[in-house]
């Protein structure tokens, strides 16, 4: 069982009715948001808001709460856990307002390059960040079973879309790339577009590329900047961390720390 906040009251869900993509979820299709805290504080808390309210209203979805009423909730739910670092997820379904959080838990290992495979799948609605996750989710679950970090998406000419829960960008030639269309614009990706000292270009990257870049990072908001070292069990580069990638995971720390600073929490 979880401890959640449903519409602003304190309840408890079985684990498996909260799987977004599962058989046993229970709940009617509708958003979802997931962010990360350091030290109690959320780490892009706006963006994430804005982005399911945004959201909603283009589906036509009601979310029955104000934002200020929606970060009262968070403020309740993280300042409830025993855990400073945390993993909160927004669901909202019709009817519902559901917020609940875990431990982060992230292993500092991946930071030094993980492994990554491609499969062949794509979401049907890839702007929009919907429990309809069912594809990303046995993708992820393939990749999990053969060793690998995350699964990267591609179409049936090998075009490189997104990972199941991450953006991809790509460095060659000391150039930064990401793809523009087709794909869920993160709130990672666009913090790292509009941040980066290393301009961000758009582009297309097919799976015979991988051997010809330098350097491959996937975006989360959980865990944030990871590099890639391996694709399909072959190397990217020289299987190790990159200068710029290097240089965008210190960018990051201090990214987050400025903007927990600049945003009122208090627990």
Known sequence: MIKVLINGKW?????RHLQIGGVSFVYESGLYETFRTLNYKPVFLN????????????????????????????HTVVS??????????????????????????????IYDG???MTVYASRKTPAIKTTNYQTCLSAWEKAQGAGC???????????????????????????????QYDILPGITRQIVISKSSCPVAFGNLNVTDFKLIDELFITHSGSGIVPV??????????????DII??????????????????????
Not at 231 to 236: F, R, Y
Not at 256 to 266: H, L, N, Q, T
């Open 47 to 74: 963006p994430h808001i804005d982005r399911l309210y945004q959201t909603a209203q283009k589906t036509g979805l009601k979310i029955h709460f104000s934002r200020e009423e929606l970060r009262g909730m968070i």
């Open 11 to 15: 309840g408890f869900v079985p684990d």
């Open 80 to 109: 409830d856990s025993s855990e400073s670092n945390q993993r909160v997820r927004i669901l909202a379904v019709p009817e519902y307002l559901i917020i609940y959080t875990s431990p982060l838990n992230i292993d500092e290992a």
């Open 114 to 116: 993980v492994k990554v």
């Open 246 to 267: 290097r240089n965008l995971l210190n960018d990051y720390t201090k990214w987050i720390k400025e903007d927990i600073e600049s945003v009122r929490f208090e627990i």
């Open 229 to 242: 070292s391996h694709v399909n069990g072959s190397k990217i580069g020289n299987g190790t961390v990159g």
């Open 149 to 179: 970090f995350e699964a990267i998406l591609t179409d049936d000419n090998g075009d490189v879309f997104e990972g199941s829960r991450s953006n991809v960008f790509w460095i060659k030639s000391g150039e930064l790339f990401t793809r």
